[in-house]
């Protein structure tokens, strides 16, 4: 039976930021009322229905507290991290770091990271799109990322550096402050984050004014290029996730907003129910006709210039699981401790593999999407062993070994082809691995 394994639940619809090109951002330039905020108690009854009705993976599943709307804005915000971290449930945050709020130290062990947005380095573009103040939005993010360092915890917190024309300069800037602070940073070319706007554009029916605008700012031309490896058979993998808005009706996906509502989570059963409705979202057509729920989904060419994250080791834990007979469990996983990351950024980690093993599998990352290059598995003796992944695709081959994956799921899995003659007794683990937010 199917459940979900990616969840959004909106704790606040509301934001303060005024970014041109997003939804929300929209509807505050022009004065649009918008959004609620989702309480503690709400936030329970919607999670405890999720659990009982088995729509959620709970195990290898990720939520994420925000959508469209700024958490930190939500009073109420450790209370609701806190009912998440007592479940046991994986999650992550989003912030503009616009207000400064502390995590409780007990909130942490189950957050897989701090994504905080930025549109800029310096006064003057931060300006240009969010509109909030700069000084203090730096400030800020100093002091989560110390905060969360004195509980222990380095790097949680990710810099999403929005690219754009104007501030490609600043990228080394907002890098080099990052280093400093011990947060990851992850630049990504903006886009048109607004379902209107994107297919509009795509379309041809973009208003001239807003076109002008963004063709001066954004860097539309990467449209064109996906264009061109337009799959066919590509399937909206925003059918794989469950989305709530902050009145917890479910949305079609994440792309959309409360006013393509497909109605109260309580009024549904079962995940088969939901999917039945899903079927006939109409603006999926638009969608399909632009080829925006194509290129929406892409984001591992959104990242720009394949920065690497500088804290590989803590961010990327690859594991593997023998199999003795008995399937694959949790106890019988393997983590390289000493694992090393070189001047290249290929991690290499060891692993013994005990004389009973039937089968290997090599889980690079946990609940992450992941682009991995120059992969090589060996013996220890330095011979090839051979591999192929489980759910990801093969990107490249070279002298018919595969050099690269992209894993388009949050669970990555690689078969170890183990050879029947000559079990190895060590395998040693060679990989560029991108963690894609
Ligand atoms: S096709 Fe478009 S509108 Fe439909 S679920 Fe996918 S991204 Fe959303």
Redesign the pocket.
Known sequence: MKKYKHLVVEISGICNAKCKYCTTGIKNINNIKNGGVLSKDDFIKAIDYILENNFFDKENGQLELFSWGEPFLNNQLNEICSEVSKRKIHYRLSTNASVLKYLDNENIEYLDDLCISISGFTEKSYKKIHGLDFNHVVSNIKKMSDHLRNCGYEYKIVMNFHVYQFNIGEIELAEKFCEENKITFIPHVAYLAD?KYFNDFLLNKMDYKIMKEASQELMLGIFDDLNEKFDEKYI????NSLILDEYLNIL?????TSN?SLGSLFEFKTVEEIENV?ES?K??E???KSK??YL??QDKYFLYGYKKPTNKHLFVSPHIYINKGYGYSEENTLYDKNMSLNENGVITCKFEIPEEVISVRLDPIERSKCFIKNINIADENGNTVEFKPINGSILSNKNNHITSIYFDNTDPQIDIILSKKQKPKMLIVDMDIEKIL
């Open positions: 379902f909206c993998k925003q059918k079609p996906c994440a792309f959309l393509n899903r979202v603006e999926c638009t969608c399909y925006a729920y929406v989904n």
